[in-house]
């Protein structure tokens, strides 16, 4: 169990401040607008946005909203560890459907 | 490694009545010694249903064409009997049984960190089964898909693969349960001093595996939900006349199934890396070597799933990466047999069944990986493929290769988990008709493959009738020697001489307690000196 609710004042605060969470939410609506926009430009255009913004908002609820920020390093390195198996996955699957 | 005799006051596993007395003290049972006994009853019960269905699929060989039973049968019985024998018994494999077993008492701890969450995984291991078996007989029949539930025929057929599919992915949770429990204990119950290069091989190989569970398996999950959610509600992912894309399934299906593989098979190797020092009395060639391609093989093996789809459609550019991905996994697997090969060297061989089933694994698992090299090069690979080439591989890697090193850890291992020993020269009498049926019945596969019978049809032309005649008559050696091998064992469990904690002047922890072990493994939990092969020690020296 991390001490941090033991020793609350020695960290950093544990929870993002009211004006952080409707930044970041209008931050994600703002992006979802995007996607539907694109979405008007075709399939090609649909599929980039869904590659480029749905992993952006995702980071977003993960580090302001999921609370990753305030994790110690050790956790942040396990979800990186996750994330870049996934990104090895799709450059490889890429490799088919790109090429095909 | 510390190889003092622990002795104990403390009632053994089996005889501990705790809470719960009879079957509810096993079935209720957090201790990983219960849980692994129960993995190993009821693996094995599946694993001769497995038979029984390649019994009569070679039995429908016998002649050309046959009228024992019909064609969609054919197809129910190799779905059964892939679905079994992959999701019940190789999968959970030796991770399971000795994994529970072995792993907490060889660190040198006192059980596994999650103990409930290691009898929920059984639970789920048990679950996810009776669906199966549900789903045999209820709705339109049962699947016949294969194990693979290739889209788009698995969304079409009118068989019952909603709920086969279901009870993969509740087997499914059982799998990545089992990982975190093992990753978790292998992080933080080593004995003390037991760093990770002083930590034997079997943990580290069970490490390398449990971290492919909780990796590749949520990706099968999700596929199988997604095949399940385009049944009931034609949501058109995989389906392409609803503009789905049947390679997407198959690119899913594989993330996973190809890391199946080696999860079924690293443990084995894993188990054989312990076996090998103990009965050539010296430290094993290359430590650290086979150490890191475990984990080499691990993250490797993740990435060549696509050469399972050569003929799919795929493009030339991802065919080209996947070939050659699929070369570099072998060189880890490579290094290990070189590594056992040479730990044999100049050692003081003693010659008992689990070295004999150990050898035989090598043997065959040779055999299994240099056709699989065989299969990965592109262009060999489009006349090999679908054809009975790819079955007696698989069977070479999964049967010959794990299911050897299941047997050789079964009988080194099983005066350890019984108390009990076995007789020598029935092992003996087993090995012989076991190893000599697995080669006619399988290497002919091989052979007929190459001559170009396709896989998974119901009846053959008269020119492949000879090898298969000789494919059916070797299966049926191969089962009598199996019935031979577990026969005897089961008559040890009640009837054998009893063994004493160390038969095989093995090093490692778990040789270190009392036969069978206490409910607790060690009254103080031992320190830990040495690197852990370290016969010199028993020698004197």
Redesign the interface.
């Known amino acids: 169990m991390s001490d941090q609710s033991t020793h609350p004042t020695e960290h950093a605060p544990l929870h993002p401040s009211y004006g952080t969470v409707v930044a970041v939410w209008i931050a994600l609506v703002v992006l979802t607008g995007c996607l539907v926009l694109l979405s008007h430009f075709g399939l090609r255009a649909a599929v980039w946005g869904l590659l480029t913004i749905t992993p952006l908002k995702a980071g977003l609820v993960f580090y302001f909203f999921m609370h990753l920020r305030y994790e110690d390093p050790l956790l942040k390195g396990v979800i990186l560890v996750?994330i870049v198996?996934l990104l090895?996955?799709l450059v490889?699957?890429f490799?088919?459907?790109?090429?095909? | 490694m510390s190889t003092q005799q622990h002795t104990t006051a403390e009632p053994n596993y089996l005889e501990y009545d705790g809470k719960h007395n009879g079957l509810l003290g096993w079935l209720l049972s957090t201790d990983h010694k219960r849980v692994a006994i129960l993995y190993l009853v009821s693996m094995v019960t599946f694993f001769f249903a497995g038979v029984s269905a390649g019994f009569v699929m070679r039995l429908v060989q016998l002649t050309p064409f046959h009228k024992m039973i019909t064609a969609q049968t054919y197809n129910a019985l190799f779905t059964f009997h892939g679905v079994v024998m992959i999701f019940l018994f190789v999968i959970p494999g030796l991770n399971a049984v000795f994994g529970n077993f072995v792993l907490p008492i060889i660190l040198g701890a006192k059980d596994v960190q999650f103990p409930r969450l290691n009898l929920a995984s059984w639970y789920f291991f048990i679950g996810g089964a009776l669906i199966a078996v549900i789903a045999l007989f209820t709705g339109n029949g049962p699947p016949d898909t294969g194990w693979s539930f290739y889209a788009p025929f698995s969304l079409k057929t009118g068989t019952n693969v909603t709920l086969g599919v279901f009870a993969a992915f509740i087997l499914g949770f059982s799998s990545m349960l089992t990982g975190i429990n093992f990753v978790t204990t292998i992080h933080r119950l080593r004995a003390p001093g037991m760093t990770f290069f002083k930590m034997p091989l079997f943990p580290w190989a069970v490490y390398a595996t449990s971290w492919m569970q909780i990796?590749a398996t949520p990706?099968l999950a999700v596929t199988l939900l997604l095949v399940i959610l385009e049944r009931l509600f034609g949501i058109g992912i995989f389906d392409p006349a609803k503009g789905g894309d049947p390679?997407l399934y198959q690119?899913m299906f594989w993330?996973y199934s190809h890391p199946a593989v080696y999860i079924m098979i690293l443990p084995a190797m894993g188990a054989i890396s312990e076996i090998l020092p103990t009965f050539a009395q010296r430290t094993i060639f290359g430590y650290k070597a086979i150490a890191f391609s475990s984990i080499a093989i691990a993250g490797f093996g993740?990435?060549v799933w696509?050469h399972h789809m050569f003929t799919s459609?795929?493009?030339?550019?991802?065919n080209m990466?996947?070939s050659l991905l699929t070369m570099v996994v072998a060189v880890p697997s490579a290094i290990k047999v070189f590594n056992w090969v040479a730990t044999l060297y100049k050692g003081s061989i003693n010659f008992q069944p689990p070295l004999l089933y150990a050898l035989s694994f090598i043997f065959l698992f040779c055999i299994g990986g240099m056709t699989g090299v065989w299969q990965g090069a592109l262009a060999l690979d489009i006349h090999l493929h679908d054809t009975y080439f790819i079955v007696g591989h698989f069977h070479y890697v999964m049967f010959g290769g794990t299911g050897f090193a299941f047997f050789a850890a079964l009988v080194y291992w099983f005066p350890k988990m019984f108390g009990r020993m076995y007789s020598n020269t029935a092992m003996y009498v087993a090995w012989f008709p076991m190893f000599i049926g697995f080669n006619m019945l399988y290497f002919t596969m091989l052979i007929l493959g190459m001559q170009g019978m396709p896989r998974r049809y119901y009846a053959h032309l008269p020119q492949y009738h000879l090898a298969h005649v000789v494919a059916t008559v070797g299966s049926w050696i191969m089962i009598s020697g199996l019935l031979i091998f577990f026969g005897s064992l089961l008559h040890a469990v009640f009837r054998g001489k009893k063994a004493g904690s160390n038969p095989w002047h093995a090093v490692t922890l778990e040789w270190s307690v009392p036969s069978p072990p206490p409910v607790e493994n060690f009254d103080e939990v031992p320190t830990v000196t040495h690197e852990p092969y370290h016969f010199a020690k028993e020698a004197g020296s």
């Open positions: 996750a198996t090895i996955f490889l699957l490799s088919d459907v790109a090429f095909a | 990796l990706v390679v690119h993330i993740s990435l696509a459609g795929m493009s030339d550019f991802g990466i996947f």
